[in-house]
C-alpha cells in the first residue's frame, strides 16, 4: 500500500459513511477485505487546493457521488461455507464457461493482513510529519490549553482524518487549520467547556483500526520486522511557550486572532 491507496482508504471512509465509529467500521472492513478496497478516489492520487476539500470530508458528507461498497470482510466470506466460483467465457469456446477455484482462504488472510500492517506504517509515516512542536502549538490554541500529549497524538489522527488535501495544507503551515471550517466552528463556540464530545478534534480509533483488522499480534509482527511506530508525539528541538501571546502572534497569528489569544 503505497501513500495514494492509503489516502484513497481514508478519503472513501468518510465519502462511504459519516461519523468516526462508522468510518473505523468501514477502514476495518475494507482491510480486512479478500480483495483490495477499490479504485482510489481521483482526488487521493495528487493534493488539490484545502479549500476544495475542506467542507467534505471535515463534515463527513460524501465527496463524490457515485460511491462503491467496501469488498466483503475475508472474515465474512470464510464463514459462507464455500465460496461461489467466478465464471468467466473461454475464448474460442462454444457456449461453455471455464470455473476459477477461488483464491485459497490462507492467501486472503495474508493479504489483508499485509494491508492491515502497511495502513499502519503509512499512518506512522503521516502523522510523522505534523508531530512538531508548532503543529502542538496549534492544537493547543484550538483546545484552549488542554491539548495533553494525548490529546495532541489524537489530534495528529483527527487531522489525518480530514483527508489530504487539507493535511497537505497544515502539514506545510499549522496556522492553515484557521481554514479548516469545523476549527471555525470551535472558534465559534466561546471555549473547549461548550464543546459536545464530538467536537473535539481528536480521533484516538484510527490507531487501532489496523490491529483490529490484522488477525493476530500486528505489534509482535512489526517487531519481527525491526519496526516502530509512534505511540505519542516525540516532536524534535525545544518546547516554547504555547500561551505566550508574542510565540502566538508570530507562529499561528490567524489562529492566535480566531480564538482571541492575540492582542
Not at 489483508?112 to 492544537?139: I, K, N
Request: hydrophobic fraction near 45%; proline fraction near 6%; glycine fraction near 8%.
Amino acid at each position: 500500500m503505497d501513500l495514494n491507496a492509503f489516502w484513497a482508504l481514508v478519503e472513501r471512509s468518510a465519502a462511504e459513511t459519516s461519523g468516526q465509529d462508522r468510518r473505523l467500521e468501514w477502514l476495518a472492513a475494507a482491510l480486512s477485505s479478500a480483495e483490495e478496497a477499490g479504485p482510489p478516489l481521483s482526488s487521493a492520487a495528487a493534493p488539490s487546493s484545502a479549500s476544495s476539500a475542506e467542507g467534505a470530508v471535515v463534515s463527513g458528507a460524501p465527496s463524490c457521488s457515485a460511491r462503491p461498497s467496501p469488498a466483503t470482510p475475508a472474515s465474512s466470506a470464510a464463514s459462507s461455507g464455500s465460496s461461489s466460483v467466478q465464471e468467466v467465457a473461454v475464448s474460442g469456446a462454444p457456449s461453455s464457461s471455464a470455473r476459477l477455484s477461488p483464491a485459497p482462504a490462507s492467501s486472503a488472510r495474508s493479504s489483508s493482513s499485509e494491508r492491515a500492517v502497511e495502513f499502519a506504517l503509512r499512518l506512522d509515516e503521516v502523522r510523522r510529519r505534523v508531530d512538531t512542536w508548532g503543529h502542538w502549538q496549534a492544537a493547543d490554541v484550538i483546545c484552549g490549553g488542554l491539548c495533553s500529549d494525548d490529546g495532541f497524538f489524537y489530534f495528529q489522527a483527527w487531522l489525518v482524518g480530514q483527508g489530504r488535501a487539507v493535511f497537505e495544507s497544515v502539514a506545510a503551515s499549522p496556522d492553515a487549520l484557521a481554514d479548516l471550517p469545523h476549527v471555525r466552528f470551535l472558534a465559534s463556540r466561546g471555549g473547549v467547556h461548550a464543546w459536545a464530545d464530538d467536537d473535539w478534534p481528536a480521533w484516538e480509533g484510527l490507531d487501532y483500526v489496523a490491529a483490529e483488522a490484522f488477525e493476530g499480534d500486528l505489534e509482535s509482527v512489526l517487531d519481527s520486522r525491526g519496526l516502530q511506530l509512534l505511540v505519542s508525539p516525540e516532536p524534535e528541538g525545544e518546547r516554547w511557550d504555547f500561551a505566550d501571546p508574542a510565540e502566538i502572534s508570530a507562529r499561528v497569528p490567524r489562529l492566535g486572532a480566531l480564538f482571541g489569544k492575540v492582542a
